[in-house]
């Protein structure tokens, strides 16, 4: 079945939209780029690049991630309002953060928190999910980067779906592990929302 975009986003989709494409727009000028350089270094289509600056679409992980390289900053400046990472110094020796006060974006189909995005010189991106999405056709592709994967439930019960036609039923507390470059969706198979954690590796080369 063909992977499109949900028809009706919610209000609090929008507001998310529109905050991101604030970010965007602000880094993007700070460079300077254009659009039309951006989309060159992202292979994201620069109608969808003009859409996330006006907050008209809700974007995946893997944009998320081929921006941020792009433009040079750590994802966590795109992700939401909270402090970006102080790269200056020496790490810290660990880092504490809620859920609470961690900054979020939702999809749609997926409702992410970006954990410990303070944390200077991260090698991995920890997240936290509720997954929405239960048909594959609430989805206009599936997501890949560079990487690997690895997730827990935390509640529900979840499938993960691939592009090459295979797929992982899980139930809570059980994990996978998988090459994020493997065009991939995650759906709710459960009652209620699927919770998961995910830890990605870093999108920046080292």
């Given at each position: 079945m063909p992977l499109k975009t949900p028809a009706s986003?919610?209000?609090?989709?929008?507001?998310?939209?529109?905050?991101?494409?604030?970010?965007?727009?602000?880094?993007?000028?700070?460079?300077?780029?254009?659009?039309?350089?951006l989309s060159a270094l992202t292979g994201v289509a620069l109608s969808t690049l003009s859409k996330m600056e006006l907050g008209q679409v809700s974007i995946s992980y893997a944009k998320f991630a081929a921006v941020a390289r792009a433009l040079d900053v750590d994802i966590a400046e795109l992700f939401g309002p909270a402090a970006a990472p102080d790269n200056t110094g020496?790490?810290?020796t660990a880092l504490r953060c809620?859920?609470?006060?961690?900054?979020?974006?939702?999809?749609?189909?997926?409702?992410?928190?970006?954990l410990a995005g303070q944390y200077p010189h991260r090698s991995m991106t920890p997240m936290y999910g509720r997954?929405?999405?239960?048909?594959?056709?609430?989805?206009?592709?599936?997501?890949?980067?560079?990487?690997?994967?690895?997730?827990?439930?935390?509640?529900?019960?979840?499938?993960?779906?691939?592009?090459?036609?295979?797929?992982?039923?899980?139930?809570?507390?059980?994990?996978?592990?998988?090459?994020?470059?493997?065009?991939?969706?995650?759906?709710?198979?459960?009652?209620?929302?699927?919770?998961?954690?995910?830890v990605m590796t870093a999108w920046h080369d080292e």
């Open positions: 986003p919610a209000d609090d989709i929008l507001a998310d939209r529109s905050s991101l494409g604030v970010r965007l727009r602000a880094l993007r000028k700070a460079r300077p780029m254009t659009l039309k350089e020496p790490a810290p809620t859920l609470d006060e961690s900054p979020g974006y939702l999809t749609g189909t997926y409702d992410y928190k970006l997954i929405l999405a239960r048909d594959a056709s609430e989805f206009d592709d599936y997501m890949r980067h560079a990487g690997q994967e690895f997730l827990v439930v935390l509640e529900g019960e979840l499938e993960i779906r691939f592009e090459n036609g295979d797929a992982m039923q899980l139930a809570k507390h059980e994990t996978a592990y998988f090459d994020s470059g493997v065009g991939h969706i995650y759906l709710s198979r459960s009652a209620k929302p699927a919770e998961i954690m995910v």
